[in-house]
């Protein structure tokens, strides 16, 4: 059974950062893609940033491309969101998602895997 667990959300101020972190358990091997999810108040999920399994494509959605870094570990079976530079419009529940597959995915109906969310708050 995969599980992923989120951690490292919070509250803080406009331009500050937060780093993210989904600890994954349970996979069978390392041929998994993951992905961090954000959903705001009112407003459908979306992609912020996906990773493949050997970390040779990343995405990320244009309006975190350059303060965003999505990393992942895989002998530790972590992937972590590096925020920085953040914006209340980055307000929101993350999610960390993943599937096997070995390339990056950027359609949520794809991911089989999901963790329970971690607020982040960013105050103006």
């Known amino acids: 059974q995969v599980h992923l667990v989120e951690s490292g959300g919070g509250l803080v101020q406009a331009g500050g950062s937060l780093r993210l972190a989904c600890a994954a358990s349970g996979f069978t091997s390392d041929y998994y893609a993951m992905g961090w999810f954000r959903q705001a108040p009112g407003k459908e999920r979306e992609i912020v940033a996906a990773i493949s399994w050997n970390r040779g494509s990343r995405y990320y959605e244009n309006s975190v491309k350059g303060r965003f870094t999505i990393s992942r570990d895989n002998a530790k079976n972590t992937v972590a969101l590096q925020m920085n530079s953040l914006k209340p419009e980055d307000t929101a529940i993350y999610y960390c998602?993943?599937?096997?597959?070995?390339?990056?995915?950027?359609?949520?109906?794809?991911?089989?895997?999901w963790g329970q969310g971690t607020q982040v708050t960013v105050s103006s």
């Open positions: 998602a993943a599937v096997y597959t070995v390339s990056q995915v950027l359609n949520d109906l794809r991911y089989d895997y």
